[in-house]
C-alpha cells in the first residue's frame, strides 16, 4: 500500500538504516525542516546513519524521506519525487508533511511509486529532534527547543488546514523532555494549546512560568479561551518578542478578542509580547479586514496579516482572490500591515486607504476596498 501506517513508516527507518532527508527546494524558509529534525534522531537511536540535501542524486541508501509544505508549492515536490524515483533504483521513498496529508491522491497521482505518510507521528514527537543537523534554516533556530505538548483543535475552522492533519486531539506524554536546559527559547507550535484539557494546560503553563526560558506560542492561544485564571498564568511566563499570539480571524470574534487582550495586560503580560494573526482574502471585506488589524492596534498588539489560500490550491498562479478583493488589494494589505506591525504603529504608516491613494490603483480596486457584503 502506498499510504503508510505509522509503525510501517517507523519499521522503514530502523535498525541500523542509512536514510536520505531531501527538503525540496521550493522557496526560501527559514524554519528548520522539524520532520526530518525528528526522523534524523529516530534513525541515529536506531544506529542508523543519516544525509541532509535539497537534492537527491543516487546516494546509496536504505530509504528516503521527503517533507512537503505548502500545497500551492507541489510542482517543486512532484519534480523532486520523481528525480528521487527515478535515481534510487528500487530504494523506497517515503513523503509526509502538509501537501502529502491534505492531498494525498494527487499526489499519488502523479507519483505513484512513493509511500506515503499523511498527519503526524507519535513517536517521532517524543523524540527530541536532531538540532545538529545542517539544514538552511535561520541560526535564531539554534537556540530554541521546539516541541508540541498536544495536537488538534476542536475548531475546525473552515479555512484552516489543522483538522485535516491532526482530526484528533492527542497529549504528548512526554513533552518536558523536548524542551532542553541548554536552550534559552522554547516554540510552543501547538496548533491550540489553549483547549486542551484543563490540568494539561495548567501543567504547560506553569513549567513555562518557572523555566526561565522566553517562550513563543507559535500557533497561538483562542482568544475565546481567555480566562481570568489563565491571564493571570500568563502573566508569569517570559515571551520572546512577538510571543503571545493570538488571531483576530473574523468579525464574529469582535468583542472576544478585544476582552481577551484586555485581561492579558490588566494582570500584567507586556504589549510587545502580542501579536495577533489578521485572516484576510477570504470571506470579508477589505474594509472589514482593515477593521480588525486597526482594532489590534488600537490594543498595542501587532496586527499580522495571513493571507488566506485554499487549502485544495496546488500552484500559486493564478493567485486565489476572495470575492470582495482584488489581488493588488490583496498584496497592498498584506504589504502595508506587514510595514505598519513593524512599527507597532500603523499611525506612524498612516492609514491605509491614505496610503493606498499614493500607490497605483485601479478603479475595480477602489470598488472592492468600498464593497460591502
Not at 522503514?12 to 522557496?27: D, E, G, Q, S, T
Not at 520523481?82 to 513523503?95: C, F, H, M, R, S
Not at 538552511?136 to 495536537?151: E, G, H, I, L, N
Not at 500584567?268 to 482574502?281: D, E, H, I, R, S
Given at each position: 500500500?502506498?499510504?503508510?501506517?505509522?509503525?510501517?513508516?517507523?519499521?522503514?527507518?530502523?535498525?541500523?538504516?542509512r536514510?536520505?532527508?531531501?527538503?525540496p527546494?521550493?522557496?526560501t524558509?527559514?524554519?528548520?525542516?522539524?520532520?526530518l529534525?525528528?526522523?534524523?534522531?529516530?534513525?541515529?537511536?536506531?544506529?542508523g546513519?543519516?544525509k541532509?540535501?535539497?537534492?537527491y542524486?543516487?546516494?546509496?541508501?536504505?530509504?528516503?524521506?521527503?517533507?512537503?509544505?505548502?500545497?500551492?508549492?507541489?510542482?517543486?515536490?512532484?519534480?523532486?519525487?520523481?528525480?528521487?524515483?527515478?535515481?534510487?533504483?528500487?530504494?523506497?521513498?517515503?513523503?509526509?508533511?502538509?501537501?502529502?496529508?491534505?492531498l494525498?491522491?494527487?499526489?499519488?497521482?502523479k507519483?505513484?511509486?512513493?509511500?506515503?505518510?499523511?498527519?503526524?507521528?507519535?513517536?517521532?514527537?517524543?523524540?527530541?529532534?536532531?538540532?545538529?543537523?545542517?539544514?538552511?534554516?535561520?541560526?535564531k533556530?539554534?537556540?530554541?527547543?521546539?516541541?508540541?505538548t498536544?495536537?488538534?483543535?476542536?475548531?475546525h475552522?473552515?479555512?484552516?488546514?489543522?483538522?485535516?492533519?491532526?482530526?484528533?486531539?492527542?497529549?504528548n506524554?512526554?513533552?518536558?523532555?523536548?524542551?532542553l536546559?541548554?536552550?534559552?527559547?522554547?516554540?510552543?507550535?501547538?496548533?491550540?494549546?489553549?483547549?486542551?484539557?484543563?490540568?494539561?494546560?495548567?501543567?504547560?503553563?506553569?513549567?513555562?512560568?518557572?523555566?526561565?526560558?522566553?517562550?513563543?506560542?507559535?500557533?497561538?492561544?483562542?482568544?475565546?479561551r481567555?480566562?481570568?485564571e489563565?491571564?493571570e498564568?500568563?502573566?508569569?511566563?517570559?515571551?520572546?518578542?512577538?510571543?503571545?499570539?493570538?488571531?483576530?480571524?473574523r468579525?464574529?470574534?469582535?468583542?472576544?478578542?478585544?476582552?481577551a487582550?484586555?485581561?492579558?495586560?490588566q494582570?500584567?503580560?507586556?504589549?510587545?509580547?502580542?501579536?495577533?494573526?489578521?485572516?484576510?482574502n477570504?470571506n470579508?471585506?477589505?474594509?472589514?479586514?482593515?477593521?480588525?488589524?486597526?482594532?489590534?492596534?488600537r490594543f498595542?498588539?501587532?496586527?499580522?496579516?495571513q493571507?488566506f489560500?485554499?487549502?485544495?490550491?496546488?500552484?500559486?498562479?493564478?493567485?486565489y482572490?476572495?470575492?470582495?478583493?482584488?489581488?493588488?488589494l490583496?498584496?497592498?494589505?498584506?504589504?502595508?500591515?506587514?510595514?505598519?506591525?513593524?512599527?507597532?504603529?500603523?499611525?506612524?504608516?498612516?492609514?491605509?486607504?491614505?496610503?493606498l491613494?499614493?500607490?497605483?490603483?485601479k478603479?475595480?480596486?477602489?470598488a472592492?476596498?468600498?464593497?460591502?457584503?
Amino acid at each position: 500500500m502506498p499510504i503508510l501506517v505509522e509503525q510501517d513508516m517507523l519499521s522503514m527507518l530502523a535498525p541500523n538504516r542509512r536514510v536520505f532527508l531531501l527538503k525540496p527546494k521550493y522557496r526560501t524558509t527559514k524554519y528548520p525542516p522539524l520532520g526530518l529534525m525528528k526522523i534524523a534522531a529516530y534513525v541515529r537511536q536506531h544506529g542508523g546513519k543519516i544525509k541532509f540535501g535539497h537534492h537527491y542524486l543516487g546516494e546509496p541508501c536504505d530509504a528516503i524521506c521527503v517533507t512537503t509544505l505548502f500545497t500551492y508549492d507541489s510542482a517543486a515536490y512532484i519534480q523532486a519525487l520523481k528525480q528521487a524515483v527515478n535515481l534510487a533504483n528500487g530504494t523506497p521513498v517515503i513523503v509526509g508533511g502538509i501537501y502529502a496529508s491534505v492531498l494525498p491522491d494527487h499526489l499519488l497521482g502523479k507519483v505513484p511509486e512513493v509511500h506515503l505518510f499523511k498527519g503526524y507521528s507519535e513517536v517521532l514527537d517524543q523524540i527530541v529532534p536532531e538540532y545538529a543537523l545542517e539544514t538552511d534554516a535561520d541560526s535564531k533556530w539554534d537556540q530554541y527547543s521546539m516541541v508540541f505538548t498536544s495536537r488538534g483543535c476542536p475548531n475546525h475552522c473552515a479555512y484552516c488546514v489543522v483538522g485535516k492533519i491532526e482530526p484528533g486531539q492527542w497529549l504528548n506524554p512526554r513533552w518536558r523532555d523536548m524542551i532542553l536546559n541548554d536552550r534559552p527559547f522554547v516554540m510552543i507550535s501547538d496548533n491550540n494549546l489553549s483547549a486542551t484539557p484543563h490540568d494539561h494546560l495548567i501543567k504547560v503553563l506553569h513549567y513555562l512560568s518557572t523555566s526561565r526560558k522566553a517562550v513563543t506560542f507559535n500557533g497561538g492561544l483562542d482568544c475565546k479561551r481567555i480566562t481570568p485564571e489563565l491571564a493571570e498564568m500568563l502573566s508569569h511566563i517570559t515571551f520572546s518578542r512577538y510571543g503571545m499570539r493570538m488571531a483576530f480571524d473574523r468579525i464574529a470574534e469582535n468583542g472576544i478578542f478585544q476582552n481577551a487582550v484586555t485581561l492579558l495586560k490588566q494582570y500584567g503580560v507586556p504589549y510587545q509580547a502580542l501579536m495577533a494573526y489578521v485572516l484576510f482574502n477570504f470571506n470579508d471585506t477589505p474594509k472589514e479586514a482593515s477593521y480588525r488589524a486597526y482594532e489590534c492596534t488600537r490594543f498595542r498588539v501587532r496586527a499580522y496579516p495571513q493571507m488566506f489560500q485554499p487549502i485544495m490550491q496546488t500552484s500559486r498562479k493564478p493567485m486565489y482572490v476572495g470575492k470582495y478583493w482584488t489581488a493588488r488589494l490583496a498584496a497592498y494589505f498584506r504589504k502595508f500591515w506587514l510595514l505598519a506591525g513593524l512599527q507597532r504603529y500603523s499611525g506612524k504608516c498612516g492609514t491605509f486607504e491614505h496610503w493606498l491613494k499614493t500607490q497605483y490603483m485601479k478603479d475595480a480596486d477602489w470598488a472592492a476596498w468600498h464593497s460591502s457584503k
